[in-house]
């Protein structure tokens, strides 16, 4: 095979090679994430071209040095009371169940009365959107969230908070 | 082109007869592709982009993650080996057909994985990621002009969605780099097929955007620049001027002399103007437009004159019609009182007239119209 032909099967191979080198490293974090039920409030869905999704906020009672987050000087989350509360700390402190809000895409806003709120989304599909959006009306719900061991949060799916109404 | 009513008038002039006009319409009516046919292969191919990606929108429930991706995964090599065997075969549009499906494919496939994975973020990495992946096999196996544009659009909104995401000194340099990287990939690229269009494609795309962004860029010597500014262009200078000097070198290894002297002073001559527009500390002020209009003249002075050595007319006429252009707006910026405003359009009009005098002189000379 002359050195074109291999460069242009090479490059063909690629995209291949990065789609299973995206789903091995996406399945790789997954095996070993926690999950959790964390709390939110807010919602608005959307249907752009990228797909329907459900955007919600995050809802925490926050303690520890928030002022880490709010000055950007790099904070983590430590995730507690199964996830209905956070502790701010310096990112580089370990903690059992560590959130770091840049690799989650979370952009953190704290408001008074020691509450952490993050934006995020979950992407849903068309058939099951509008149930969905009638629960988010009705009902407090959480958000069942998974936790990768390097420190990525991410939604799963949103449900009724105990005790509310019934799953979609 | 149109050609009916001018090769009828050239017969009843005399200039040719019947026989050559037959000829130069057989020639003419050969497989070619005007405007009008990329406009509709572009909605096509817009329309099936579009189709993969709200077909990967839908989510649909009744398919698992698994069967998705499974799907994805074998779409995606039959695309790439469809490229393959339609190169092996020679047939050019049945690859390029194949060449977009795989790119399309791979740009739904990160929607795909942003749904099954439940990831986000902002949409430049998407279309980096896209980038990283498809742009190999479209450089190395892209064939037609049309393939060159899509390619040149995407990068293109990549450096946009980069720089509308407050951007920084990384995006900055790669956005900057863009023109001269496409001219530098179009005479870089290995010797094709005579009828390949793709490099001319990607050429051009170089070439219209570097005139832009000179033309643009110009806009600097109308605003005060300070040495912190002026700073943190130079500090984004050095990959755009590397990319510059390779072109350059390729450009004189192997372009006819006229045409690798009209290269180097768009390139060089278009980072030299960029350059001191907006990487020399200068006031607000007369004095400094005055500057910037020199220095704009002389670059597009300098590239209408090479072009029309090197036969590229189109080019040369932009040239003179910016130079036009640029001449009568200097009674906006130095005339300020009713009266000034009319000597202002007065000097204006006769640098224009000037301007038009010495274009059909050096017309005449040169034989080009």
Same mark, same amino acid.
């Given at each position: 095979?002359d050195?074109?032909?291999?460069?242009?099967?090479?490059?063909?191979?690629?995209?291949?090679?990065?789609?299973?080198?995206?789903i091995?490293a996406n399945? =790789?974090?997954r095996?070993g994430?926690?999950?959790?039920?964390?709390p939110?409030?807010?919602?608005?869905p959307?249907?752009?071209l990228?797909g329907?999704y459900?955007?919600f906020?995050?809802?925490?009672q926050?303690t520890?040095?928030t002022a880490?987050?709010?000055k950007g000087?790099?904070?983590?989350?430590?995730?507690e009371?199964?996830?209905?509360?956070?502790?701010?700390i310096p990112?580089?402190?370990s903690c059992?169940a560590?959130?770091?809000?840049?690799?989650?895409?979370?952009?953190?806003?704290?408001?008074?009365?020691r509450?952490?709120?993050? =934006? =995020?989304?979950?992407?849903?599909?068309?058939a099951?959107a509008?149930g !969905?959006?009638?629960?988010?009306?009705?009902?407090?719900?959480?958000a069942?969230?998974?936790?990768?061991?390097d420190g990525? !949060?991410?939604?799963?799916r !949103?449900?009724?908070a105990r005790?509310?109404?019934?799953?979609p | 082109?149109?050609?009916?009513g001018?090769?009828?008038e050239?017969?009843?002039? /005399?200039?040719?007869?019947?026989?050559?006009?037959d000829?130069?319409?057989?020639?003419? @009516?050969?497989?070619?592709?005007?405007?009008?046919w *990329?406009a509709?292969?572009?909605l096509g191919?817009?329309a099936v982009s579009l189709?993969?990606?709200?077909?990967?929108?839908?989510?649909?429930?009744?398919l698992?993650?698994g069967?998705?991706l499974?799907a994805?995964?074998?779409?995606?090599?039959?695309?790439a080996a469809?490229?393959? #065997?339609?190169r092996r075969t020679?047939?050019?549009w049945?690859g390029?057909?194949a060449?977009f499906?795989l790119?399309?494919?791979?740009l739904? /496939?990160i929607?795909?994985?942003a749904?099954?994975?439940?990831?986000?973020?902002?949409?430049?990495?998407?279309?980096a990621? #896209?980038?990283?992946?498809?742009?190999?096999?479209?450089?190395?196996?892209? &064939?037609?002009?049309?393939t060159?544009?899509?390619l040149? +659009?995407?990068?293109?909104?990549?450096?946009?969605?980069?720089?509308?995401?407050?951007?920084?000194w990384?995006?900055?340099?790669l956005?900057?780099s863009?023109?001269?990287a496409?001219?530098f990939?179009?005479?870089a690229?290995?010797? &094709?097929?005579?009828?390949d269009t793709?490099?001319?494609?990607?050429?051009?795309?170089?070439?219209t955007?570097?005139?832009?962004?000179?033309?643009?860029?110009?806009?600097g010597w109308? *605003?005060?620049?300070?040495a912190?500014? $002026?700073?943190?262009v130079?500090? %984004?200078?050095?990959?755009?001027?590397? *990319?510059v000097?390779? $072109?350059c070198?390729?450009? &004189?290894r192997?372009?006819?002399p006229?045409e690798?002297?009209?290269?180097m002073?768009?390139l060089a001559?278009?980072l +030299?103007?960029?350059?001191?527009?907006?990487?020399?500390?200068?006031?607000?002020g007369?004095?400094?437009?005055?500057?910037g209009v020199l220095?704009?003249?002389a *670059? #597009?002075?300098g590239? +209408?004159l090479?072009?029309? &050595? @090197?036969g #590229?007319l189109?080019?040369?006429?932009?040239?003179v019609?910016?130079i036009?252009?640029r001449?009568?707006?200097v009674?906006f910026?130095?005339?300020?009182s009713?009266?000034?405003t009319?000597i202002?359009?007065?000097?204006?009009?006769?640098?224009t007239l000037g301007?038009?005098?010495?274009?059909?002189?050096?017309? %005449? %000379?040169?034989?080009?119209g």
């Amino acid at each position: 095979m002359d050195r074109n032909r291999m460069l242009a099967a090479l490059a063909l191979a690629l995209p291949v090679a990065g789609a299973l080198a995206s789903i091995a490293a996406n399945e =790789s974090a997954r095996a070993g994430a926690s999950e959790w039920r964390i709390p939110i409030a807010g919602y608005d869905p959307r249907d752009p071209l990228r797909g329907r999704y459900v955007q919600f906020r995050y809802v925490w009672q926050a303690t520890g040095d928030t002022a880490l987050c709010e000055k950007g000087d790099g904070c983590a989350l430590c995730l507690e009371q199964g996830g209905a509360a956070v502790r701010a700390i310096p990112a580089g402190v370990s903690c059992p169940a560590r959130v770091l809000p840049a690799s989650s895409d979370l952009a953190l806003a704290f408001e008074p009365g020691r509450r952490a709120s993050a =934006s =995020s989304r979950l992407w849903v599909s068309e058939a099951q959107a509008p149930g !969905l959006e009638r629960q988010l009306r009705a009902y407090p719900m959480v958000a069942v969230a998974r936790l990768t061991r390097d420190g990525r !949060l991410f939604p799963v799916r !949103l449900e009724p908070a105990r005790g509310q109404g019934r799953r979609p | 082109m149109r050609l009916g009513g001018k090769l009828e008038e050239w017969r009843a002039a /005399g200039l040719t007869d019947a026989a050559t006009l037959d000829a130069i319409r057989a020639y003419e @009516a050969r497989d070619q592709h005007g405007v009008g046919w *990329f406009a509709v292969a572009g909605l096509g191919v817009l329309a099936v982009s579009l189709g993969v990606m709200s077909l990967v929108a839908a989510n649909w429930d009744q398919l698992s993650d698994g069967i998705k991706l499974a799907a994805h995964l074998l779409l995606l090599t039959a695309a790439a080996a469809g490229v393959e #065997w339609f190169r092996r075969t020679g047939r050019v549009w049945a690859g390029e057909g194949a060449l977009f499906l795989l790119a399309a494919l791979v740009l739904a /496939g990160i929607a795909l994985h942003a749904q099954v994975y439940q990831q986000s973020g902002p949409l430049w990495q998407a279309l980096a990621w #896209w980038a990283a992946l498809s742009a190999p096999a479209i450089l190395l196996l892209g &064939r037609t002009r049309l393939t060159a544009i899509g390619l040149g +659009a995407m990068l293109i909104a990549l450096a946009a969605s980069y720089g509308l995401d407050g951007g920084d000194w990384l995006g900055e340099t790669l956005s900057a780099s863009l023109p001269p990287a496409l001219v530098f990939a179009a005479l870089a690229l290995p010797g &094709r097929e005579a009828d390949d269009t793709f490099r001319a494609g990607l050429f051009g795309m170089g070439i219209t955007l570097t005139l832009l962004v000179v033309s643009l860029a110009h806009i600097g010597w109308v *605003f005060d620049v300070t040495a912190r500014d $002026a700073a943190s262009v130079w500090e %984004r200078a050095a990959a755009p001027a590397c *990319f510059v000097a390779g $072109a350059c070198w390729l450009a &004189r290894r192997d372009q006819p002399p006229a045409e690798a002297r009209l290269i180097m002073v768009v390139l060089a001559g278009g980072l +030299a103007a960029v350059l001191i527009a907006l990487g020399l500390p200068h006031p607000e002020g007369p004095g400094s437009r005055f500057l910037g209009v020199l220095s704009f003249l002389a *670059f #597009w002075g300098g590239t +209408a004159l090479l072009a029309l &050595r @090197a036969g #590229w007319l189109r080019l040369f006429r932009l040239g003179v019609a910016a130079i036009a252009a640029r001449l009568l707006i200097v009674y906006f910026e130095l005339f300020y009182s009713l009266a000034f405003t009319g000597i202002g359009l007065i000097v204006a009009g006769l640098l224009t007239l000037g301007l038009a005098w010495g274009w059909t002189r050096i017309v %005449r %000379r040169t034989g080009h119209g």
